[in-house]
Structure formats: C-alpha cells, structure tokens
C-alpha cells in the first residue's frame, strides 16, 4: 500500500454544460484541488466569467464535496492590467493562460504577438499571478514535432529573462529540450506533465493503426524525451509537478475525419502516474511530485488528509459506452497494478 498527501491535478479540461456534469465528478473523486483551464467557446476572459465558471462546476458535484476549483483566465489581445487586479482581488483566479493563437482546441482567440502583451504581464509580475503557458510554436512551416522547442527557444526563455518576476508555468512538457530547460531555471518557472507522456511515446498513436484516443496536443514524442520526462518527474525537482491535461472529447469527436485533440485521463488519473513511478522503482518520489510541489509553487498549503493506492492488478474496460458523447477514457483495455482506494 501507499500512502500520500492528497494530490492536486495542477491543469485539468473540466469543460461546460453535459460534459462538466459528466467528467467533473472523476476529477474531484481524484483531486483535492485542480487548476481549471478557461478554454471554454467562448473562453474564461474576465473574473466575473472566472466566479461564474466556478459556481457551475461547484453546482455539478455532490453538496459535501470538498474539492476546490482553482480558477484561470484565458489571455487575449484585450486582457488588460486591471483585470489582473480584479483577478488577484477575487481570490478565486490563481493563474493566467497562454495559448498561442491557434495552437490548440479552442486557441483562436489566443495571443500571437507577445510584446504587445507587456503591461498585462508586469502587472502580473507586481500581483504574482502565475502564467500558465500552451508552449507550442504555430508556425504552421513548423514541424509538429518541434514546435515545443521552437517556442522555448523563440518565446518562453526570452520573456522569462525580460520579466525577471514573472512566475511561469510552462505546461504539459514533452521534451528533454524542455526538461533540460525547465532544471536549470529560476524557482519562479515550473512544469506540469502528463500521464500520457510519462508512459508513452509516439508509436503508440500508429499502434497497428491510428489512435485518435492517443492524440492530444501537444502530440507524444520520442522515446527519449519521454525518458527525460520521467526522469524529471521522479527526480525529487520540485520544478516538476502534477498537472494531468485531461482533455474530453465526446467519442464521436475524436474518433472522426479530423478529431480533436485531448486524452481524458481523470478517472485513473493517479493510478497511471503511479504505473509510470513504479515502472523506475521511484514510488516513495510520487508524492513529492503529486501532493507537494505543485502546492508550493502556487503557494498554497500541502494537504493534510492522504490517500492511499493499494497494489491491484486490473484492466481498465474497454467496452467503449454506446453513448457517442461519452468522452472514452485513456488506457483502455491495458493494464495497471494501482487502484485509487475511495475516500470514506
Ligand atoms: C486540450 C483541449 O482539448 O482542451 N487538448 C489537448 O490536446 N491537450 C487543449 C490543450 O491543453 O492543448
Ligand atoms: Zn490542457
């Protein structure tokens, strides 16, 4: 058996309406607090949208459920410094997220011009609000399985030098370009990972055929970054924490023509990071990662309730629901030796 302080999912898709109510439950079942991202159509622009997102996603889980959304707004060209100020004031806004026009589902209101973006991020220098970033080069000439480091190279580590305050979270990480950066940064830059990219690599989307349910943006890479991700993230660097990207999509979206990217991973989100920590022998640095660093980054208290995950050998179902709008869940039909015990 192991025993953790009870994690928290640093960046999670809980989306609106049906599917809020479908999938927002598995998150907080899991998940002491998550980090919600704004890209809802249309996104989390302004505070109030922020409150009112947050009482939606509180009215869609049970009455006792202590699970806290932690909520974030979506940057654009109209983002503006005193919404950062009504963002701190609220006590509900934790972060702001970048995407890059484009660069991802729901991204087309996006920024594609950064220094246009300097007084938004000075004031988020001078209020300590983190920016959470997609860090994805939209060259669309870009290779796609580079444009992690192109945007390292080109945006991220020269705003990072020119806003010697701003605290950074560069997100979802699937890289050794990016570890090797991220290692070597200031403690105001931190990453999330994904269990997707700690367990797989990018064979896995041409497994014996395509496989929308293993696509997500950014898209799994070489096997030797997805060694370098896992080294990072049992390596007991507090840079590195939690954040599991889980990103539904209604089945018949993903598995289409042109499907959408995102791996819904929330209903054995700990059971894989788990299989990823085991399969190195690094479970006593699984809490570190899943309960501690994240917490510290955002300056926030360690929980003190645990969890508990106990050895059993399991498949997770692969009998997809006949419901076409049900998001299907990562990792079906294979394998884990982790079972989340449920809270009493
Ligand atoms: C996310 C989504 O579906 O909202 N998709 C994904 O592949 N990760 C957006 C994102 O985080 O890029
Ligand atoms: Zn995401």
Request: hydrophobic content about 40%; some cysteine; overall charge negative.
């Amino acid at each position: 058996m192991i025993e953790i302080a009870q994690p928290d999912d640093w960046h999670v898709h809980l989306r609106d309406g049906p599917m809020l109510g479908r999938v927002a439950g598995e998150t907080a079942r899991q998940f002491g607090r998550a980090i919600i991202m704004p890209n809802l159509d249309p996104p989390v622009q302004t505070t109030d949208q922020a409150v009112a997102y947050r009482d939606r996603i509180l009215a869609s889980l049970p009455k006792d459920s202590s699970f806290q959304p932690l909520m974030t707004l979506y940057l654009t060209d109209e983002t503006t410094p005193a919404e950062i100020q009504r963002a701190t004031d609220s006590g509900v806004v934790f972060g702001v997220k970048l995407y890059p026009k484009g660069a991802t589902t729901n991204a087309e209101s996006g920024v594609d011009r950064l220094d246009q973006m300097a007084p938004v991020l000075e004031a988020m220098e001078q209020h300590r609000m983190p920016l959470l970033i997609h860090g994805e080069s939209t060259d669309p000439d870009c290779d796609v399985f580079d444009r992690e480091e192109v945007f390292l190279e080109e945006w991220l580590a020269p705003m990072v030098e020119r806003h010697a305050g701003l605290r950074v979270v560069f997100e979802h990480i699937t890289t050794k370009s990016a570890v090797d950066y991220v290692r070597q940064a200031p403690d105001r830059v931190g990453a999330t990972l994904t269990p997707q990219h700690l367990l797989l690599n990018r064979n896995a989307l041409f497994a014996g055929g395509l496989r929308p349910h293993h696509y997500c943006l950014p898209v799994l890479k070489r096997e030797r970054d997805r060694e370098a991700l896992l080294g990072a993230a049992t390596s007991g660097d507090p840079h590195f924490f939690l954040g599991t990207d889980s990103a539904p999509h209604s089945r018949s979206t993903k598995e289409s023509a042109c499907g959408c990217a995102g791996i819904y991973s929330a209903p054995i989100a700990l059971e894989l990071y788990a299989q990823a920590f085991a399969s190195v022998n690094a479970l006593d640095r699984l809490e570190g990662f899943a309960s501690h660093f994240g917490a510290d980054f955002y300056g926030l208290p360690r929980h003190q309730k645990k969890r508990q995950l106990r050895p059993s050998n399991w498949t997770v179902p692969d009998s997809p629901s006949p419901d076409p709008d049900t998001p299907q869940v990562f990792w079906t039909g294979q394998d884990l030796d982790f079972r989340l015990v449920d809270e009493i």
